[in-house]
């Protein structure tokens, strides 16, 4: 048996309080995230990579999720650090990424300093940038590995569901700030004071945000201690010990959790290139549509772009924030003995008549894919950024629920893989201020559920080990991103090969791509709608296990 000391608990005298501070760092992960995707594409078009290109440096989002998210989630579930398995790696991960962050904004500055020469500086910079832009993915992919597996630590079986909402609502919050932010000139408001552009003094901002709601967390969280785990046969390995645990459960998943991860697959081919293409296409097709002449010869053609995408993002964000509340109040939780969001008491009648047809989480999910593709398939018809607005805007409560289902469905199922459950349980205290408690599992059903295998299991793996459950889903959300970036590689070179016109300026007009015929993100985001079909049927699958 594992050997713990301690109990885990947050801070604060109310459970909303207690859930705030516990998924605050999903606020500075997502505005990290949020200028990555609304700012980096028209960034390394504007230094003159052709799209196809561009396309190839995202392959360092689903690298670093396919390396990182699961080695961090395993390593920290074995380590015995006085601080506990999660924050460490929060903290370590939050300030080098806010480093990569300054210098990915402060590229040219840094390559200036190093290389005079302009001409040398040109190929060094663009090399740099994108060095910057796998680092900040590498060290931020560590810090989502530790905050989700923070999550599930700490909450009990029947809180899984509400932590897993506070997430998506915090994510919501974070992806608003960080458009709102991007929509606003924040060079005439600010002054030079964090730097002479728009997108240094959003990198600025977005480094000290990471920094601070990781801090927040870390700060109001406890974790209980590992003291000692029980030997585990499998993992004498020497160096590959983590690597060997991690491929003995991919292959012993159990049913349930490998067809969420099926559903997670086929559900993010569709996500990733709405997530990091969106916001350009729309500023594309303001360029290409609806732009006065004027605007068009804009110096500063990349922030233009990217105000125009954060502009249609904010209402984007509004509906996913205020999805993020209303949703879990009206969908059933995965687990049907378990706890049930209460809604304040001006909704509570409403919602009371609602309760008999409520449906369950797994039907919201299947109906979030097929709101996302019915969007998604009139992207090639889009010659208006209003047009392209609303079908954004469509898939605002889609993505409430993408990124608040696995999450819920795989924390209930790594509980549940100790056989523990919310009557059977005994009390844990989250909070050492307060007198309200939370259920928890019994001391034999904790153990069990921490331990790091079972020779009767095939396997082998239960709560403990929820580093590596969420790795695993998280390299089922990573290796449809390579495809992704594979399937966009190739339409961009056919139908964009030259640099964009709306951005390299100082290409020569020979080496400019045509604009002729339908955007070709809006290819990639229909190929995407073609997926989330195939996701509704294996989202399907989960009520048949």
């Known amino acids: 048996m594992s050997r713990w000391s301690g109990q885990p608990s947050i801070k604060g005298s109310t459970e909303a309080m207690r859930m705030a501070l516990l998924t605050l760092n999903t606020v500075g992960i997502t505005f990290v995230w949020g200028v990555e995707q609304t700012y980096c594409t028209p960034y390394l078009l504007s230094l003159g990579l052709t799209k196809s290109k561009t396309s190839l440096v995202w392959i360092a989002g689903p690298l670093s999720g396919l390396i990182v998210q699961p080695i961090v989630g395993a390593l920290a579930d074995e380590s015995k650090s006085k601080w506990g398995r999660r924050k460490p790696f929060i903290v370590i991960g939050a300030i080098l990424s806010a480093l990569c962050l300054l210098t990915l904004g402060f590229t040219k500055e840094i390559v200036g300093y190093f290389a005079p020469d302009e001409t040398a500086a040109q190929g060094l910079t663009i090399y740099t940038a994108v060095l910057a832009i796998y680092a900040v993915d590498f060290s931020i992919n560590a810090v989502m590995s530790a905050a989700r597996s923070l999550v599930v ?319 695993i889903l998280n390299i089922y959300t990573t290796i449809p991103q390579f495809i992704g970036t594979i399937l966009s590689t190739i339409i961009f070179s056919i139908l964009e090969p030259g640099k964009s016109p709306e951005l390299a300026h100082n290409a020569h007009p020979d080496e400019h791509h045509g604009t002729d015929g339908p955007n070709a993100i809006s290819i990639c985001l229909f190929i995407g709608a073609c997926s989330a079909v195939v996701a509704i049927f294996a989202t399907r699958r989960l009520r048949y296990l």
Not at 267 to 293: C, K, M, N, V
Not at 398 to 425: D, Q, R, Y
């Open 153 to 471: 630590d700490t909450l009990p079986i029947e809180k899984q569901q509400t932590g897993s909402a506070w997430g998506s609502r915090m994510s919501a919050i974070g992806h608003g700030i960080a458009y709102a932010t991007g929509a606003v000139d924040l060079p005439s408001l600010l002054g030079p004071r964090l730097g002479n552009t728009q997108f240094k003094q959003l990198t600025v901002i977005a480094a000290l945000g990471l920094v601070f709601t990781c801090g927040v967390t870390v700060w109001a969280v406890t974790e209980r201690i590992l003291i000692a785990t029980r030997h585990d046969s499998r993992k004498d390995n020497g160096g590959f010990k983590v690597i060997s645990q991690i491929w003995h459960t991919i292959v012993n998943l159990p049913p349930r959790i490998r067809a969420i991860c099926m559903a997670q697959f086929w559900a993010w081919i569709g996500w990733f290139p709405f997530l990091f293409y969106s916001t350009t296409w729309i500023g594309e097709t303001y360029f290409r549509y609806d732009a006065a002449h004027d605007a068009k010869d804009s110096g500063d053609a990349l922030g233009e772009i990217g105000r125009v995408g954060s502009e249609a993002f904010i209402v984007y964000s509004f509906i996913t924030f205020f999805g993020s509340w209303i949703l879990p109040m009206v969908i059933r939780s995965p687990d049907d003995e378990g706890y049930t969001q209460r809604p304040p008491k001006s909704l509570q009648s409403a919602v009371e008549k609602l309760n008999k047809y409520k449906p369950d989480l797994l039907t919201a999910w299947v109906c979030a894919h097929a709101t996302f593709a019915a969007a998604m398939f009139f992207a090639p018809f889009a010659t208006s950024f209003r047009f392209a607005t609303v079908l954004v805007c469509l898939c605002g409560l889609p993505w409430n629920i993408a990124s608040w289902a696995p999450s819920a469905f795989l924390g209930v199922e790594v509980n549940k893989l100790s056989g523990a459950t919310g009557p059977s349980a005994s009390r844990r205290r989250l909070s050492h201020d307060s007198n309200i408690e939370l259920e928890e599992m019994n001391e034999l059903s904790s153990s069990s559920l921490l331990s790091p295998g079972d020779s009767h299991s095939k396997s082998g793996t239960t709560g403990q080990l929820s580093g590596v459950y969420f790795g």
